[in-house]
């Protein structure tokens, strides 16, 4: 911690992430954050709260991201939960746990990764706690507002089921981080894995069009589970519209990795891309569709008549990553 | 972790923490928690959140508290940021970082301390997030609505510095069951470090009448500091009227431990009690006079005509509790 105090860390914090925004009466330094109720969410809106920690040696690995990077991918994580919701951001508090002899230079490279997340998601960083620990956390609360909030509940048999951003690049991305191959045509993986970005504007484009949605960020197979499951129908993803959908830089990337595309397609997670269903005549422009919902149970994944049910993905419980 | 996955812990805890409250649309188990703007707050009213995180070997001990004690302080902490808003509690975010090998009894123990707290400050939990991790913490993000939100900003010249509730018996409690007593006479003092209370009727009974609040946290010394620095203004304990306040079972154990039951009350920290500036005249029931406001700056303590600075209290990066 050097020779920073909490009092001093907060005003430095204060300084970094204070930015007045509409609707924030009282941002960092009193006991709590307040909103203006009808300025931040307008009457009939609701509002939206989600919460996601990042956890040193679980979510994150100081070999394959620098402090900044890691900031950035706490806070993008936290926001992809508002994108699935189809919420607007309104303010973000930031709870962070630093290790015993955390440098103020250390710090400021986290802070300054989160800060530069919260400008890009238009998500102000309007409180947050600060603790040391044993190991380094990051836990983001995000707020958002929603007139029509997206759950995961609505999906009915019929509908389409929708992809809106890239899947499997970040998941290839940490796989040549591992290896060690990092060479020109994998940065685009890499950079996707060190700096995913929360589809906002996306998830506000599925208001009012789709019936459920998700973020994916624990891989499409893990996910889309999670949507039947909550939906109480099966998700059915189609194998060659998948396909469809893979970036160049992916398919570089796995030929060079000697993996299939689709491994880190259906696995890998972290990508933050958003999975949704809903009428085909109601499909926004940048949604691609990829399979269709039906009756029964679970993900399975389509190659003409042929289904294989979908499993894996990443539980947070049992694996590192 | 035992047997259990993340998805089923998720289920779990969504059974004991999914109450239903007005207005909350959606809780545990979607990408986010969603509460109807109008049904959660009014039209004017403000919405008031906060963040705070309980780190073990920081803010905990297991030598001295139970996983159930564990939990339900942590929650009450976050809570009684609330309580100094003068904040309604609307609902909370539970993020858990749980060490590998943590038994399912172990979080049951836990989760029920929350639950017991949340069912206490009529806070339910909403929703949450489960990480794996080195050492066990519990971030608690509250949730809250204001009509006129109390900040640390407003105490002005003139006006009474007043005290809701017991400074010390935590402190007390602590050091007790540091060196090992805690006999009949001290059950008092531990349990109000183990079991603190949130004063969130008493923070409500402060609105319209307060001109600023703190919740006592950290000691009486390093809190009032603080409401001096936000205000610019400088608070006056007086010793007596301070001493007047102490609880009969602070003042048997402090005898017991051979220290000054002024010691705990200024540096003990983690009462939770609201430290509060307003008019004479507009002083709540259940409020205590202990000093007044002044121009000037930081905390003293007034003995007759001698004032000394008050210093001191708990940095939560400096020590460990």
Chains 1, 2 share one sequence.
Not at 9 to 19: D, H, K, N, P, W
Not at 64 to 81: C, I, M, N, P, W
Request: net charge positive.
């Amino acid at each position: 911690m050097a020779a920073l105090s909490e009092r001093q860390l907060v005003r430095r914090l204060s300084e970094r992430f204070g930015s007045r925004a509409p609707g924030i009466q009282l941002g960092i330094g009193d006991d709590a954050a307040v909103l203006s109720a009808s300025a931040a969410a307008p009457p009939g809106a609701s509002w939206v709260a989600s919460v996601d920690a990042s956890v040193q040696g679980v979510h994150f690995d100081l070999r394959y991201a620098t402090l900044e990077d890691v900031g950035y991918r706490a806070f993008q994580a936290a926001a992809s939960d508002l994108a699935a919701m189809g919420a607007a951001p309104v303010g973000a508090l930031s709870a962070l746990v630093l290790p015993r002899g955390m440098s103020s230079v250390a710090i400021d490279a986290l802070t300054v990764g989160q800060q530069t997340a919260s400008v890009e998601c238009a998500c102000p960083i309007i409180g947050g706690n600060i603790s040391r620990g044993g190991e380094l956390s990051i836990t983001t609360t995000v707020l958002g507002r929603a007139d029509r909030p997206l759950s995961r509940t609505g999906a009915r048999p019929g509908e389409q089921v929708w992809l809106i951003g890239a899947l499997g690049l970040a998941g290839a991305g940490f796989a040549c981080l591992r290896v060690g191959s990092t060479g020109d045509a994998l940065g685009g993986c890499v950079q996707a894995w060190r700096r995913p970005r929360a589809l906002l504007e996306a998830g506000l484009s599925l208001v009012g069009r789709a019936s459920a949605a998700i973020d994916v960020s624990d891989g499409l197979a893990a996910d889309a589970s999670q949507l039947a499951r909550a939906s109480g129908v099966q998700i059915v993803i189609e194998r060659d519209l998948l396909r469809a959908t893979f970036d160049s830089r992916l398919i570089g990337a796995s030929r060079i990795l000697r993996r299939s595309p689709m491994h880190f397609a259906l696995l890998g997670g972290e990508d933050y891309a958003l999975l949704a269903t809903g009428p085909a005549l109601k499909r926004p422009l940048g949604a691609v569709a990829i399979g269709h919902v039906r009756r029964g149970q679970g993900a399975v994944i389509a190659t003409g008549a042929h289904r294989a049910p979908l499993r894996g993905g990443y539980d947070h419980l049992k694996r590192t990553r």
